[in-house]
């Protein structure tokens, strides 16, 4: 799937293809032009990468072929047993999570999937967790407190199921105890956030005491096209709304929402999904180092307060 702005790059990399595929035919010494026309690509990806406009990374985010939850938790650990259900209604395909083994410490990791394909998504709800997916993820979270085991987790939603049957079943308030539970929770708690991170829906297992972004993802309370639809009655104008939400990794480290920004493969998480798994373990890891060396009354203090800073007065 090639996005709008990687249509140049793709045309010299057809080029390029074409003039190797000549020099083994022809048995013409081409390595020259060859050398030329890759040094040529890699400047031009750099600078389309390095000037991407707010809407093209919402776009990055959504690449199909980024790795999910899944491939990232089946990356980076061992011995991953899913834990399914939140011993009250049903159990969520939307929101996986259970124990795994990083590097020999046992981390509890959580967060919501999407679908590979039509069946895949249908299944995952399209990564739309309902309330039982967010009382799964509590129940996983109090048994990693209970055990003493640091949590991860791993956000990629376009929002918490809007159904009336998930409003039924108390949507808004599932939410809600998590943020208030995931404040006190006596264990280190790493949020990711790796594809989509919209409104409450990624906010509901996104109280850490360190909260990160992939480098080409978005965080905000509504999505471009829902602001767009609502603000000026059309999807027209999503890439004006994408840019006045200042949704990406950078606006969000400037405006102190979040606390760090990982850095993906040139050209995104899909172009190298293994770099991008190892990249982000070992992000984990010296993070997940930095937090246990602190007193658990400590990390609850600081992550309080770290929220409580948040947002801006203004008085008339």
Not at 199 to 220: F, K, P, Q
Not at 223 to 246: F, G, T, V
Request: charged share 30%; aromatic share 6%.
């Amino acid at each position: 799937m090639l996005l709008d702005f990687e249509q140049p790059i793709a045309a010299l990399e057809g080029k390029l293809r074409e003039m190797q595929k000549l020099a083994q035919e022809s048995q013409v010494d081409v390595s020259e032009a060859v050398e030329a026309l890759e040094t040529k690509i890699k400047a031009l990806k750099k600078e389309t990468y390095a000037n991407l406009t707010r809407w093209q990374r919402v776009q990055l985010s959504r690449h199909p072929d980024r790795p999910y939850t899944l491939d990232y938790i089946e990356g980076m650990t061992q011995k991953f047993v899913e834990l399914h259900g939140d011993r009250t209604v049903a159990d969520d395909k939307a929101m996986v999570g259970g124990f795994a083994e990083l590097d020999g410490r046992t981390v509890m990791f959580i967060g919501q999937q999407k679908g590979r394909n039509t069946k895949q998504r249908q299944l995952r709800n399209f990564g739309m967790p309902n309330p039982e997916g967010y009382r799964k993820a509590l129940r996983l979270m109090k048994l990693a407190e209970k055990f003493g085991k640091p949590i991860v987790t791993l956000i990629d939603t376009p929002g918490a199921f809007p159904g009336l049957e998930a409003e039924e079943r108390g949507q808004g308030e599932a939410i809600a105890r998590n943020l208030k539970e995931m404040f006190m929770l006596k264990v280190p708690v790493i949020c990711i956030i790796i594809g989509e991170g919209a409104s409450g829906g990624a906010l509901g297992i996104a109280i850490g005491d360190r909260v990160l972004m992939l480098e080409n993802t978005w965080y905000s309370v509504i999505s471009p096209e829902s602001c767009s639809s609502i603000l000026w009655r059309s999807w027209n104008y999503k890439e004006q709304a994408a840019e006045a939400l200042k949704l990406t990794a950078t606006d969000m480290l400037k405006a102190g929402l979040v606390d760090g920004i990982v850095k993906e493969p040139l050209g995104g998480a899909h172009t190298d999904p293994d770099k991008m798994i190892q990249t982000l373990k070992k992000t984990i890891l010296k993070t997940l180092d930095e937090l246990e060396a602190l007193p658990g009354d400590e990390r609850i203090s600081q992550r309080i307060d770290k929220f409580s800073r948040m947002g801006v007065v203004v008085e008339a």
